[in-house]
């Protein structure tokens, strides 16, 4: 699985029926969008997963992020203190957290059309996430990459 190490080193262990679940989802939304001839090709080499479907691995953070502190999308804000460790004053995490947001935003429209194709969106949300159910895990993943990105990149204190 795509599974992100900073992410595990935060959340620790996973539960089995956890991951089972995740697996079934990201092998649904790589038959959905790819086709199941393309899903049997990258099948037989994982390493092709990345290449193909570079989203997927945002999916499984979200998923994951979701199964571990969920029901609910967590505020970026709180993102950030969970896995700065302490490391950040609660100034700085908002002053972060909404430039993590506002980059998450604007990088947002690539990862959909990736998914969904060009034009995605232009369209309704609420078709988009019709198409693809599992749409918002990685919409979340997507800003939880982001903020594990931003911290791996903060200077040692």
């Known amino acids: ?55 997927t691995a945002d999916l499984v953070r979200g998923l994951l ?11 970026t804000t709180k993102l950030l203190g969970l896995y700065a460790r302490h490391r950040l004053s609660e100034q700085e995490r908002t002053r972060y957290g909404e430039t993590i947001d506002l980059a998450a935003t604007l990088a947002l429209d690539r990862v959909v059309e990736h998914v969904l194709g060009p034009g995605a969106c232009a369209r ?21 990459h982001i903020t594990l990105e931003f911290l791996r990149l903060l200077p040692a204190r």
């Open 124 to 144: 309704n949300p609420g078709d988009n996430e019709a198409a693809a159910p599992w749409l918002p895990a990685l919409e979340y993943g997507h800003r939880v």
């Open 1 to 55: 699985m795509l599974l992100d190490d900073a992410l595990l080193g935060v959340l620790g262990p996973v539960d089995p029926q956890i991951v089972g679940a995740i697996v079934g989802i990201c092998n649904d939304a790589l038959v959905t969008t790819l086709g199941p001839a393309i899903v049997d090709v990258i099948g037989a080499d994982r390493r092709l997963v990345p290449l193909v479907a570079p989203w």
């Open 65 to 75: 992020v979701l199964a571990s502190h969920g029901p609910g999308e967590l505020r």
